[in-house]
């Protein structure tokens, strides 16, 4: 099973680091020279919910050693994974439970650094739901990843988002608005809106947030439950700020899409943008560490 | 002491980004710690009276970033009479070089103009930035999508004109790494970090076309200067390696006046 698997004691990592986060910091090193000595003062804990195993090489345990390396040197503590060691647009259930044993070996290997969101493909709806059970109710991941297996606003996705309510998880879908139209299945904020609508209980993480914010932010904004998140785009001056005006500090979330993406060009959307520190703390990790907290005290009192 | 070889002055015409106006502009950078930045400007980008552009440009790195900002115009070699351009930028506004946008002024690299205009640079002892491109394609306007600029050509054409000094502004994983060692087998060709993505991406970069080519630019105000610098944190570079990046090289491509 998946707890014997990575040997972890369900969760409880995210409360004790969470506690111990003085060692890493969320503060802009923008001069460029050693990394910072580990007893800086910490403002906060940079926490990223949007990371890879696939796009580099070598074992598992090589690839968090990679990542973890790099994020460090930015001041990122901890990171969530999704999907294994190779992209699978449409995984069959043989596929994706690879994809998930992948990433609860990551965890394995680093236990107070990885956490991890469970792939899916909605087109297996059974077996996405046992799968769900599997990695999130019985073992340690904290939430769902979705891809472009499906367009999110089908109603095929209702089991999915009604599960995860009761599970208290977030699911993460890739948006995105591309020019010149979107791939086949691919979703868009809009879709995640529609979505959400349905369920109002359930929290959404809206990937990317369409790529092309300007359009992504407003598709979401009127849906309170669904969370913007900056990975995997250009370093574009004004994202973040354009969110935080129009969601709240509150609905955004710091995410890389590493390794394709740097730690550091993503970290720069927020740390570079004109907002108050207070809200950049919220971004950069108490936002994510609000969302996967009713799940992980579940999980505890189990 | 950081040289920045990618900044732009004015505005982007589809958004307003918090340090386009050339004061915030000069504190960002002062604030990071970059001592001098060249300086292109925006109107070149979209603008066809870049006589105008390109003295605006002059007089705004005087008045607000003496010291700080070099002025780099514009120049499209498929206007008109674009020679009195570069003679302006050479020898009324002291320009050490000039900012190219193929893209967006339609021509390709392998079109004749670029290479007679590459040749009067080198002839007047200007650096010549091309800007490969200025946002991820997949997000642009849906009025005005522009192709990144296609790379393959201009090897050949650099080949014979082993005196040209060539700075790539916006290279990215979108270019091909046959077409970029290609070019750094040339003499004086120079690849910026603005848009290099992927974790420890600087020293991947450095990897591809050695470190002693590539260059710190931010792209600002388009970007945030942040992006460049925590890009230069994350990457495992040594002391030198990291040095030659934020401003040996560059000073080795445009030395400080005495």
Redesign the interface.
Same mark, same amino acid.
């Given at each position: 099973m998946a707890q014997s698997c990575c040997g972890v004691q369900r969760r409880q990592f995210l409360w004790q680091s969470s506690a111990a986060a003085g060692a890493m910091v969320c503060r802009a090193w923008t001069q460029a020279s050693e990394p910072p000595a580990e007893e800086s003062p910490a403002p906060c804990a940079v926490w990223d919910v949007h990371v890879h195993l696939a796009g580099l090489n070598g074992t598992v345990a090589q690839r968090v050693a990679r990542l973890l390396r790099h994020a460090q040197r930015v001041g990122v503590e901890k990171i969530v994974l999704h999907m294994g060691t190779t992209l699978t647009s449409h995984p069959k259930p043989e596929e994706f439970r690879r994809h998930n044993d992948e990433v609860l070996e990551a965890i394995s290997v680093a236990p107070e650094r990885v956490m991890g969101f469970v792939y899916l493909n909605p087109q297996y709806q059974q077996e996405s739901l046992a799968e769900l059970d599997r990695c999130v109710r019985d073992g340690p991941m904290l939430g769902v990843k979705l891809w472009i297996a499906m367009a999110c606003s089908r109603p095929e996705l209702d089991p999915i988002a009604r599960r995860c309510a009761e599970l208290e998880v977030p699911i993460l879908q890739h948006t995105f608005f591309r020019a010149g139209g979107n791939l086949p299945d691919e979703s868009t904020p809009a879709d995640l809106a529609a979505l959400a609508s349905r369920h109002p209980q359930t929290r959404f993480i809206c990937a990317h947030t369409g790529v092309d914010w300007e359009r992504g932010v407003r598709a979401i904004r009127a849906t309170k439950n669904v969370y913007a998140e900056v990975s995997g785009s250009d370093p574009t001056a004004g994202i973040v700020e354009m969110a935080v005006r129009e969601l709240g500090p509150q609905r955004v979330l710091y995410g890389s899409d590493a390794p394709g993406r740097s730690f550091a060009s993503q970290l720069a959307k927020v740390q570079g943008a004109d907002i108050p520190e207070s809200s950049k703390r919220l971004i950069l990790g108490e936002n994510l560490r609000r969302l996967l907290a009713s799940a992980s005290q579940r999980g505890k009192n189990r | 002491m +950081?040289v920045d070889v990618n900044v732009n002055l004015s505005l982007w015409p589809f958004? *307003?980004? &918090?340090?386009d106006e050339p004061q915030r502009l000069v504190e960002a950078l002062r *604030?990071?710690?970059v001592t001098e930045a060249w300086a292109g400007t925006l109107d070149g980008v979209f603008h066809r009276d870049l006589g105008a552009a390109n003295a605006r440009l002059a007089q705004q790195c005087r008045q607000w970033g003496a010291g700080l900002l070099v002025p780099f115009g514009s120049v499209n070699p498929v206007l008109p009479d674009w020679q009195e351009e570069l003679r302006r930028c050479r020898h009324q506004y002291h320009m050490p070089g000039i900012r190219l946008h193929p893209n967006y002024h339609g021509y390709r690299l392998d079109d004749a103009p670029l290479g007679q205009l590459l040749q009067e640079a080198a002839r007047h002892g200007m650096i010549v930035q091309i800007a490969l491109r200025m946002?991820?394609?997949?997000?642009?306007h !849906?009025l005005m &999508?522009v192709p990144d600029v296609e790379l393959a050509p201009l090897a050949k054409i650099l080949e014979g004109l082993p005196q040209v000094r060539l700075v790539l502004l916006n290279v990215s994983r979108a270019n091909r790494l046959e077409h970029l060692r290609a070019l750094a087998a040339l003499p004086n060709v120079y690849f910026d970090l603005a848009?290099w993505?992927? +974790?420890?991406?600087v020293a991947a970069l450095a990897e591809v076309v050695s470190t002693d080519r590539v260059l710190f630019g931010s792209h600002? !105000? #388009?970007? &945030?200067?942040?992006?460049s #610098? #925590?890009?230069?944190?994350?990457?495992?570079l040594s002391a030198a390696q990291?040095e030659a990046i934020?401003s040996e090289n560059a000073r080795r491509l445009l030395p400080r006046k005495s």
């Open positions: - | +950081i958004r *307003r980004t &918090p340090c *604030r990071g710690g946002e991820d394609v997949r997000v642009q !849906p &999508p848009m993505e992927g +974790i420890g991406g600002l !105000p #388009l970007f &945030p200067l942040e992006s #610098l #925590l890009k230069l944190r994350e990457s495992e990291a934020r």
